[in-house]
């Protein structure tokens, strides 16, 4: 079956970096997402990895091992605002997305 | 980037009456809409996905006579909760993808909309 495995929760530090694993198995692969959802509110998209490597978009960065079936969001210099959860999703061969059940960190002063 | 907008943001509505909540795309044309279903401290799950013009193809376990799914246009998805029970509250939410990137491209959230019922 298909299958998105991701921690249930993080506890970081202000200031600091977190990296927040996911590994998948799916049918087929046709990039993988993270989202950021603050409580009560809606997913927003933070990126998208097809290709195996580390994408950089300000403090936070994505990378893809494909052979590997895993990826991680790594956030630097944390912010109080950080605090949310973080969702990780497959894009399977028939461009499904296959949504893991979130990480919610929490950041501590 | 693009905008989904969706309507109403929170209802609360007694037991046996329907919901309408409406999902648009502001700046981009959207053939396909996918409604998903959250409840506490759980992931998003995938209910229905729109397709404009056509009828909605539901998830195993989603009853397609209690939510009814209607894509009139390509900026345009509605979702009516009919005949609500208690167990029906949850936060429902859209979402979109611009149909000038094809299957692939990011998806573009509606607000969501949190629905209790009575």
């Known amino acids: 079956g298909q299958n998105i495995d991701q921690p249930t929760e993080m506890t970081a530090t202000e200031g600091a970096i977190v990296q927040i694993n996911c590994t998948y198995q799916?049918?087929?692969?046709?990039?993988l997402f993270w989202y950021q959802q603050h409580a009560g509110e809606a997913p927003t998209f933070l990126s998208y990895?097809?290709l195996d490597g580390l994408e950089e978009k300000g403090r936070f960065s994505s990378f893809l091992s494909r052979s590997k079936g895993y990826s991680y969001l790594l956030l630097k210099e944390l912010q109080m605002k950080d605090s949310a959860s973080y969702l990780c999703?497959?894009?399977?061969?028939?461009?499904?997305?296959?949504w893991g059940a979130g990480t919610k960190l929490i950041i501590k002063p | 980037g693009a905008v989904v907008s969706q309507h109403p943001s929170r209802v609360i509505c007694k037991s046996g009456t329907s919901v309408k909540i409406e999902c648009r795309s502001l700046?981009?044309?959207?053939?396909?809409m996918f409604w998903y279903r959250q409840f506490p401290k759980q992931s998003l799950m995938l209910m229905a996905t729109s397709n404009e013009g056509s009828k909605a193809t539901y998830e195993q376990g989603v009853e397609k006579d209690k939510f009814l799914i209607n894509h009139a246009s390509l900026t345009l998805s509605t979702l009516t909760v009919t005949s609500a029970h208690p167990e029906d509250s949850s936060f429902y939410i859209c979402?979109?993808?611009?149909?000038?990137?094809?299957?692939?491209?990011?998806?573009?959230f509606g607000e969501g909309s949190r629905l209790t019922v009575l």
């Open positions: 999703a497959c894009m399977d061969s028939n461009y499904q997305l296959i």
């Open positions: 799916t049918s087929g692969f046709n990039g």
């Open positions: 990895n097809v």
């Open positions: 700046d981009f044309q959207a053939t396909t």
């Open positions: 979402s979109a993808r611009d149909r000038g990137t094809g299957d692939i491209g990011e998806l573009f």
